[in-house]
């Protein structure tokens, strides 16, 4: 695998920032997160109002009004609320005496983060190939070096389809969408969690036994790259910062390595080596990156130019599982790798071939070398979310390499 380096990085930052600024215009409105649009002008009550009316959301109301929310929403700006009905909030554990009794930070917390910016209907949560970002009313206090103190508003991950999906988890919803002057009312069967681990994909590969081969293979990546002053997997799936997109990996399990016939660290060695790995000696223009990383490069999602429009659409894309369910997801944007991080820009198109994802009975499957080739099941029960992004592990190394 090729890759242009320093002698012309300049000039390849300047295409590259172009080439963003052409995803950005070009890409549908089905490629990239929609922009949550102002409020319609509904006749009737305001959300507050309309809350209060309706007799299935009264315990979320009862929140709403003694964590005086509607003081944050009465600004002239369009909104979103995801109320959970009474049963939702009494199968919480929110009954009248819980709620009257909750701490007022914790009260606010709570039904802040129901509560989004923008005011969307059932188009503008469906139409995109992925859970839009949006910002909800949750808010902490952050204080900086220097004693310069700012709120941050935590993020909600919301994707309609044939239920509503927050952050990754199905969630019924309990009647049409109800409009208001000012926005929407979803009522739906359960409270939205957010995504707080603190766990970066790193952490959960190496913390997980059955993905030490796995482990062991992004350490010798990262070694190997390491001699020639650049950065692998490590310190990518480690990065607690990253924006405009979170990787999602394919994990291959250390059956996915046994069946591939690498059995030891010293095979995984061999393999990485078996090729020249370093700068082009007639000029350093070129850098031969070694075949491992080609293949560990396909068990990622990630794409540097959807990554990079975070410039311009200030919301960062998230894959959950219920996404690989989803015909859309084989754009050839979500679905392959396609570096512009690191050191060295990819000036190269990995893959000609990206990932097919297919649904076979509610169950993602995967292949790697078309779609006529062998598709291999990603397990529900084997899908996690870290903080940086998803982990979904798979009985399958993704070898030998097809471009």
Do not use: W
Request: charged share 15%; glycine share 6%; hydrophobic share 40%.
């Amino acid at each position: 695998m090729k890759y242009l380096s320093t002698p012309i990085k300049r000039s390849l930052a300047l295409l590259a920032c172009s080439a963003v600024v052409m995803l950005h215009a070009c890409l549908k409105a089905s490629d990239a997160p929609v922009t949550p649009a102002s409020s319609l002008p509904f006749k009737g009550a305001d959300l507050a109002g309309t809350l209060a009316q309706e007799s299935s959301l009264q315990l979320f109301n009862r929140a709403f009004k003694r964590a005086s929310m509607e003081q944050d929403i009465n600004n002239g700006a369009g909104y979103t609320i995801f109320a959970p009905t009474d049963a939702a909030m009494k199968a919480a554990g929110l009954n009248e005496a819980t709620i009257d009794k909750m701490n007022i930070d914790s009260l606010r917390s709570l039904v802040g983060y129901q509560v989004v910016t923008g005011a969307l209907d059932d188009q503008s949560l469906s139409q995109p190939v992925t859970a839009t970002y949006l910002t909800t009313l949750k808010r902490t206090l952050v204080t900086k070096p220097g004693g310069f103190a700012s709120y941050q508003y935590a993020a909600l991950y919301v994707k309609e389809g044939d239920k509503l999906y927050f952050n990754g988890v199905p969630v019924k919803k309990e009647g049409d969408a109800i409009p208001a002057t000012n926005g929407y009312i979803y009522p739906v069967s359960a409270l939205a969690i957010e995504i707080t681990t603190g766990n970066t994909l790193l952490d959960l590969i190496k913390d997980d036994p059955d993905l030490s081969m796995y482990y062991q293979a992004l350490l010798l990546e990262d070694s190997i790259l390491s001699v020639n002053y650049l950065s692998g997997d490590i310190s990518f799936f480690n990065d607690r910062t990253q924006t405009g997109m979170y990787p999602a990996v394919l994990s291959p399990t250390n059956k996915a390595f046994e069946d591939a016939g690498f059995h030891t660290l010293d095979d995984l060695r061999t393999y990485a080596t078996s090729s020249y790995v370093g700068f082009d000696p007639n000029g350093f223009v070129t850098f031969y990156f070694s075949p491992l990383d080609t293949v560990l490069k396909r068990h990622i999602i990630f794409n540097g130019q959807v990554a990079g429009s975070f410039y311009y659409t200030h919301s960062t894309v998230r894959v959950f599982y219920n996404d690989l369910l989803n015909p859309a997801f084989n754009n050839g944007k979500l679905n392959t790798y396609a570096a512009g991080s690191g050191n060295i820009i990819d000036a190269v198109v990995r893959y000609s071939l990206p990932l097919s994802f297919s649904d076979v009975n509610g169950e993602a499957h995967v292949s790697y070398g078309g779609t006529a080739a062998p598709s291999y099941p990603l397990p529900r029960n084997a899908a996690y979310v870290a903080v940086n992004g998803s982990l979904f592990k798979i009985n399958k190394l993704f070898y030998p390499i097809v471009k």
